[in-house]
Protein backbone atom coordinates (compact mmCIF):
# COMPACT_ATOMS: atom_id res chain seq x y z
CA UNK A 1 0.00 0.00 0.00
CA UNK A 2 2.08 2.61 -1.55
CA UNK A 3 1.44 6.40 -1.00
CA UNK A 4 3.50 8.69 -3.45
CA UNK A 5 4.09 12.25 -2.99
CA UNK A 6 6.92 12.87 -5.28
CA UNK A 7 6.54 11.32 -8.85
CA UNK A 8 10.03 10.92 -9.05
CA UNK A 9 10.36 8.26 -6.40
CA UNK A 10 7.54 6.08 -8.09
CA UNK A 11 9.92 3.71 -10.65
CA UNK A 12 12.62 3.47 -8.36
CA UNK A 13 10.35 2.90 -5.36
CA UNK A 14 8.57 0.15 -7.89
CA UNK A 15 12.22 -1.16 -8.55
CA UNK A 16 12.90 -1.62 -4.91
CA UNK A 17 9.85 -3.68 -4.24
CA UNK A 18 10.84 -6.19 -7.46
CA UNK A 19 14.10 -6.21 -6.49
CA UNK A 20 13.08 -7.67 -3.35
CA UNK A 21 10.20 -10.02 -4.67
CA UNK A 22 6.67 -8.12 -4.15
CA UNK A 23 5.77 -7.56 -7.21
CA UNK A 24 2.10 -6.63 -6.67
CA UNK A 25 2.15 -2.83 -6.35
CA UNK A 26 -1.06 -0.77 -4.77
CA UNK A 27 -0.77 2.93 -5.78
CA UNK A 28 -3.27 4.64 -3.93
CA UNK A 29 -5.03 7.62 -4.64
CA UNK A 30 -4.33 9.47 -1.24
CA UNK A 31 -2.26 11.92 -3.41
CA UNK A 32 -2.36 13.88 -6.56
CA UNK A 33 0.43 12.35 -8.05
CA UNK A 34 -1.25 8.54 -7.54
CA UNK A 35 -2.56 8.40 -11.13
CA UNK A 36 0.85 9.33 -12.75
CA UNK A 37 2.73 6.97 -10.64
CA UNK A 38 0.43 4.31 -12.08
CA UNK A 39 1.02 5.29 -15.23
CA UNK A 40 4.75 5.67 -14.72
CA UNK A 41 5.27 2.39 -13.07
CA UNK A 42 3.21 0.10 -15.50
CA UNK A 43 5.64 1.93 -18.66
CA UNK A 44 9.11 1.78 -17.16
CA UNK A 45 8.68 -1.16 -14.47
CA UNK A 46 6.31 -3.42 -16.91
CA UNK A 47 7.13 -6.64 -14.92
CA UNK A 48 5.07 -5.12 -11.51
CA UNK A 49 1.53 -5.67 -10.98
CA UNK A 50 1.03 -2.31 -10.19
CA UNK A 51 -2.79 -1.61 -9.04
CA UNK A 52 -4.73 1.54 -7.73
CA UNK A 53 -6.00 1.76 -3.54
CA UNK A 54 -8.44 4.36 -2.46
CA UNK A 55 -10.73 3.70 -5.17
CA UNK A 56 -13.93 5.45 -3.73
CA UNK A 57 -16.46 6.46 -7.04
CA UNK A 58 -16.93 4.80 -10.61
CA UNK A 59 -14.76 7.51 -11.74
CA UNK A 60 -11.87 6.89 -9.53
CA UNK A 61 -11.83 3.64 -11.23
CA UNK A 62 -12.01 4.86 -14.73
CA UNK A 63 -9.36 6.93 -14.45
CA UNK A 64 -7.18 4.27 -12.79
CA UNK A 65 -7.58 2.18 -16.15
CA UNK A 66 -6.57 4.66 -18.02
CA UNK A 67 -3.71 5.53 -15.82
CA UNK A 68 -2.37 1.73 -16.64
CA UNK A 69 -4.14 0.08 -13.51
CA UNK A 70 -4.32 -4.02 -13.15
CA UNK A 71 -6.75 -4.00 -10.83
CA UNK A 72 -8.04 -1.69 -7.87
CA UNK A 73 -8.97 -1.84 -4.27
CA UNK A 74 -11.47 -0.02 -2.64
CA UNK A 75 -11.19 1.04 1.39
CA UNK A 76 -15.55 -0.10 1.31
CA UNK A 77 -17.86 -1.36 -0.84
CA UNK A 78 -20.91 0.20 -3.09
CA UNK A 79 -22.66 -1.78 -6.23
CA UNK A 80 -22.14 1.32 -8.16
CA UNK A 81 -18.51 0.90 -8.03
CA UNK A 82 -18.82 -2.90 -8.32
CA UNK A 83 -20.90 -2.81 -11.24
CA UNK A 84 -18.74 0.07 -13.14
CA UNK A 85 -15.36 -2.00 -12.47
CA UNK A 86 -17.26 -5.48 -13.63
CA UNK A 87 -18.55 -3.20 -17.13
CA UNK A 88 -14.77 -1.71 -17.70
CA UNK A 89 -12.65 -5.08 -16.83
CA UNK A 90 -10.69 -4.12 -14.05
CA UNK A 91 -10.56 -6.49 -11.25
CA UNK A 92 -11.50 -5.01 -7.63
CA UNK A 93 -10.74 -5.72 -4.98
CA UNK A 94 -13.35 -4.33 -2.69
CA UNK A 95 -12.94 -3.59 1.23
CA UNK A 96 -15.09 -5.05 3.81
CA UNK A 97 -15.80 -4.57 7.61
CA UNK A 98 -18.71 -6.12 8.37
CA UNK A 99 -20.78 -9.43 7.66
CA UNK A 100 -23.59 -6.97 6.08
CA UNK A 101 -21.34 -5.41 3.73
CA UNK A 102 -19.46 -8.94 2.82
CA UNK A 103 -23.10 -9.90 1.75
CA UNK A 104 -23.55 -7.13 -0.36
CA UNK A 105 -20.30 -7.45 -2.58
CA UNK A 106 -21.29 -11.70 -2.63
CA UNK A 107 -24.05 -10.63 -4.32
CA UNK A 108 -22.53 -8.22 -6.69
CA UNK A 109 -20.15 -11.30 -7.66
CA UNK A 110 -16.81 -10.32 -5.42
CA UNK A 111 -15.49 -13.61 -3.36
CA UNK A 112 -12.14 -12.13 -2.60
CA UNK A 113 -12.30 -8.91 -0.53
CA UNK A 114 -10.35 -6.46 0.99
CA UNK A 115 -10.89 -6.83 5.16
CA UNK A 116 -10.14 -3.13 6.05
CA UNK A 117 -9.04 -2.25 8.54
CA UNK A 118 -8.58 -5.29 9.58
CA UNK A 119 -6.85 -4.91 12.93
CA UNK A 120 -8.73 -2.16 14.29
CA UNK A 121 -11.79 -3.67 13.19
CA UNK A 122 -11.18 -7.31 15.17
CA UNK A 123 -8.62 -8.91 13.61
CA UNK A 124 -7.92 -12.42 13.57
CA UNK A 125 -11.11 -12.90 15.92
CA UNK A 126 -12.82 -11.44 12.98
CA UNK A 127 -11.60 -13.62 10.45
CA UNK A 128 -11.97 -16.52 12.42
CA UNK A 129 -15.89 -15.65 12.89
CA UNK A 130 -15.84 -15.24 9.30
CA UNK A 131 -15.23 -19.00 8.59
CA UNK A 132 -17.90 -20.21 9.55
CA UNK A 133 -21.06 -18.25 7.85
CA UNK A 134 -18.55 -16.78 4.90
CA UNK A 135 -16.47 -20.08 4.15
CA UNK A 136 -16.39 -19.46 0.43
CA UNK A 137 -14.94 -16.09 0.81
CA UNK A 138 -11.46 -15.04 0.78
CA UNK A 139 -9.65 -12.04 2.94
CA UNK A 140 -7.06 -10.13 2.25
CA UNK A 141 -6.69 -8.00 5.79
CA UNK A 142 -5.12 -4.45 5.01
CA UNK A 143 -5.12 -1.65 8.04
CA UNK A 144 -2.35 -2.51 10.89
CA UNK A 145 -0.60 -5.31 9.25
CA UNK A 146 3.57 -5.67 9.69
CA UNK A 147 6.22 -7.95 10.11
CA UNK A 148 5.14 -8.46 13.65
CA UNK A 149 1.66 -10.37 12.77
CA UNK A 150 1.39 -10.79 9.16
CA UNK A 151 2.24 -14.32 9.44
CA UNK A 152 -0.72 -15.00 11.81
CA UNK A 153 -3.07 -13.56 9.29
CA UNK A 154 -1.25 -15.29 6.90
CA UNK A 155 -1.95 -19.19 8.82
CA UNK A 156 -5.57 -18.49 8.36
CA UNK A 157 -7.25 -20.57 5.91
CA UNK A 158 -9.42 -17.74 4.89
CA UNK A 159 -6.79 -15.40 4.68
CA UNK A 160 -5.45 -15.50 0.65
CA UNK A 161 -2.87 -12.25 0.94
CA UNK A 162 -2.15 -9.66 2.93
CA UNK A 163 -1.24 -6.10 2.40
CA UNK A 164 0.29 -2.58 4.05
CA UNK A 165 2.59 0.44 3.97
CA UNK A 166 5.13 -0.88 6.29
CA UNK A 167 7.16 -2.03 2.83
CA UNK A 168 7.19 1.49 1.96
CA UNK A 169 7.54 4.02 5.01
CA UNK A 170 7.04 7.50 4.46
CA UNK A 171 10.45 8.46 5.26
CA UNK A 172 12.34 5.99 3.72
CA UNK A 173 10.88 7.07 0.64
CA UNK A 174 11.61 10.54 1.12
CA UNK A 175 14.73 9.54 1.97
CA UNK A 176 15.41 7.35 -1.61
CA UNK A 177 16.28 4.61 0.68
CA UNK A 178 16.08 1.95 -1.64
CA UNK A 179 17.73 -1.00 -0.39
CA UNK A 180 15.64 -0.26 2.54
CA UNK A 181 12.63 -0.67 0.77
CA UNK A 182 14.64 -3.30 -0.92
CA UNK A 183 15.59 -5.01 2.73
CA UNK A 184 11.93 -4.79 3.74
CA UNK A 185 10.48 -6.71 1.04
CA UNK A 186 12.86 -9.29 1.30
CA UNK A 187 11.86 -10.05 4.89
CA UNK A 188 7.89 -9.88 3.61
CA UNK A 189 8.50 -12.35 1.00
CA UNK A 190 10.30 -14.63 3.71
CA UNK A 191 7.17 -15.22 5.41
CA UNK A 192 5.75 -17.26 2.64
CA UNK A 193 5.91 -21.07 2.95
C1 LIG B 1 -4.85 0.46 3.49
O1 LIG B 1 -5.32 1.32 2.76
O2 LIG B 1 -4.92 -0.74 3.21
C2 LIG B 1 -4.25 0.86 4.76
O3 LIG B 1 -4.13 2.22 4.89
C3 LIG B 1 -2.97 0.21 5.07
O4 LIG B 1 -2.90 0.28 6.43
P1 LIG B 1 -1.51 0.33 7.18
O5 LIG B 1 -0.96 1.71 6.92
O6 LIG B 1 -1.85 0.13 8.62
O7 LIG B 1 -0.64 -0.74 6.61
Known amino acids: ?7 AHA ?32 KEVPEAWVGVGTVRSPQDAQDALNAGA ?27 ATSSEIMTAQADGYQQLKFFPAVQAGGLNMLKA ?3 PFADV ?3 PTGGISMANAAEFLAL ?13 AEALQG ?12 ATALLP
Open 157 to 169: SNVVCVGGSWLVP
Open 176 to 187: GQWSLITELAKR
Open 70 to 96: RFAVSPGYTSALGHKCRDIGLPLLPGV
Open 138 to 140: QFC
Open 11 to 42: VPMAKALMAGGIRVLEVTLRTPQGLAAISAIA
Open 130 to 132: WQG
Open 1 to 7: VIVVNDL
